[in-house]
């Protein structure tokens, strides 16, 4: 039985174990299978805050400006979430 370091608070703890005692933290790397990535949350995040930036334009100045940048953002936003 080896001690390693955990990666979450760095207390050694066995290789053995698949959660640190101290933290809780896994010791054991998270397969592929298991992770997950959001499709499109990249764009998705753009879209989003073009949205919000649009809003914001539309409130304090120009009502037109706003809406073309909101409606571009939630072009943005939409196309994000098909990827």
Known sequence: M?????SGCRKEVSDQAAVCPNCGAPLTPIPDSVRSERAGGTWGGIGFALIALGIVIGLVSNRMLGSVVALAGAGVFLIGRKK
């Open 2 to 6: 080896a001690l390693i370091a955990c």
